[in-house]
């Protein structure tokens, strides 16, 4: 495995974020301790323009609006970098499912972030989740056959994040293991997760980059969970540890779940 | 006193926020912490079908558009399970003063929760409050007596903030003692207590849940001053301690207040 | 130097901020716990009412929209108290770089808080910036002539902000050390310095205000750097030493980085 975090902290990359306004500070928190450079417009007057200077774009559904969705539209269309799509409560409105498929026909993002509840939404199963939350997870296989057949049906990789995460190019496929039960409670950690997908995009192809993100973030939260066993000071020690954490330890912690050989 | 917060953990309630963007984070978090599921959509588009979703919904009037008036305007109609009204800074100008009062003339709330300025202006009298913030509290009589006014006039029961928090249905009055200075040197105390009231209200009567809100709001205060004397730890620490306490401190707390009677 | 910090504390000044969507929180914090009194309000309707009440506005041009600019020309032509503008990634755009002149041709801002990027795209020349960050600051001769010629071009003080600060207002200038780098790997610290100036300059002229609200912020960084070494931890710190922090202090950090003479 190649040095992929100092790479990511030597190019510094600009990360732009359609972000929602829930999670859109630790997002940006998130970025700058992982070592890339952060932007979260949102104005569609100024989309193409921070589009075309951003290394990758980060699309979030949470809180959407009609201005939103707006912007979204031009970042997919004037993007010529990796593009992650978070459909953060996609079941929760037909009007926001109906938003959701306008973009993934627009383009196909290059990852596609969601939990089980949205992967269900999207494949036109029956949902179970409620809200935007969705903490209960799948077992592995369950998981990466419901990634892989999203990852078939929208051309893209699909990161399928629970207990255990899943990433699928419609092909290859794999289970992360790990992390902790805190992650479910603190908001944001999926948006979060999206970014980092973003930022391991621009310096690895889509589907190491999600394995990489997976991984990292759950060993961000195992390393914040030892010193910090609730949520308040457990959000700061993990962005601690985004800061904190070298390739050594990722390529660590890749090579203890088995994931090497996918990446 | 039933297990409360044992109800409301198994139920795990979804909680509908159309929050500020200033404390929106904290809101959501405050309510993962505490056990809910939180969702903080503001579209009109989708209003209807979240508040069919939602087993609680919270109306937060700091930083108001048109588009979040009339957010609140559809959820209010829509809202067949508690509603917590949260007229942030409703003295701050005379148009939102009049957003409040459209809504509050749409449809009673179940809870009320106001500082004292707030009251002042909802009442039409003198408020002597600046900005958003009312740090002097009242003495407990004139608490009660401004708490009573307004559920009488409002039809509703209100929750009353200040050093002491008074609770009234305009009958049943009573006061809740305790917390931390500190407290009013965050941003959001009183808009995540607002969070708290309408989850408590998904497992207890109106009167109840804003009691019970109170006292647990302060007891979390209580203990996240004894750990972090400052505002930076103190709000994780406070996050720590809604995710920490449970019924029979809670009820220790209430008991040692002489609140057991109330509820 | 007088007791600026007790003179703040006791006044407790409201401070109005037409926030960005990602560090309006922070900000509000911020000022919380320095001991002013934050509103974050937007919407056009109010802003005339709000900044009648307010001692102090505070602009801020990152995630700007049609509203949001809206806002700021009521706001500048309303106030007659001190206003802080913060460019936010005014070179990020043609659109933004327009809005932000636009802005500044209504009427001079009393103090305009910019990085180097940002001040060499209000004087029209190249900047090597990216998006909204630019981490690597100017030696002190070079940042005290780009103060000191936007200055002279706006006809405000300017408080450009770097590994080292720079505060000129056409005439005067001076260079303030310290800090620390990790203030470049979180959000909003530049957000955070602008409030800061507006609220000292409720209690200050417009120089003095951002020469002492650049050696506070990067004493307070300093502070927090020594028990905080990472960027979760070290933010919530952050807030603590603007809580704890005292005149006495302050003024030996001044005087120990030759600020005085300036002030």
Wanted: glycine residues 6%; neutral net charge; contains cysteine.
């Amino acid at each position: 495995m190649s040095d992929r975090l100092k790479a990511l902290r030597a190019a510094r990359p600009l990360v732009h974020c359609v972000a929602n306004t829930v999670s859109s500070e630790s997002c940006a928190n998130l970025l700058l301790a992982l070592g890339a450079s952060p932007i979260m417009a949102q104005a569609p007057e100024e989309m193409a323009a921070v589009t075309a200077a951003a290394q990758a774009t980060v699309l979030n559904a949470g809180t959407p609006d009609a201005v939103r969705w707006s912007a979204c539209h031009t970042c997919l269309r004037a993007a010529d970098h990796p593009v992650v799509l978070d459909p953060v409560g996609v079941g929760v409105s037909p009007w926001r499912a109906e938003k959701v498929r306008a973009l993934l026909s627009l383009r196909h993002p290059d990852i596609l972030r969601v939990n089980a509840g949205e992967a269900q939404t999207l494949l036109g199963m029956d949902s179970r989740s409620q809200g935007v939350d969705c903490p209960k997870g799948l077992p592995c296989d369950q998981a990466t056959a419901l990634a892989q057949r999203l990852a078939r049906l929208r051309h893209c990789v699909v990161l399928l994040t629970g207990a255990l995460d899943a990433v699928s190019d419609g092909q290859k496929t794999c289970c992360i293991a790990g992390g902790n039960p805190l992650m479910s409670r603190i908001t944001g950690s999926g948006d979060m997760l999206s970014c980092l997908c973003g930022a391991f995009a621009t310096v690895a192809d889509a589907f190491t980059a999600a394995v990489t993100a997976s991984a990292f973030w759950k060993l961000c939260a195992e390393r914040a969970a030892a010193t910090a066993p609730a949520p308040g000071r457990f959000r700061a020690a993990l962005i601690d540890n985004v800061y904190i954490l070298d390739d050594r330890e990722l390529a660590a912690a890749m090579a203890g779940r088995g994931l090497l050989s996918f990446i």
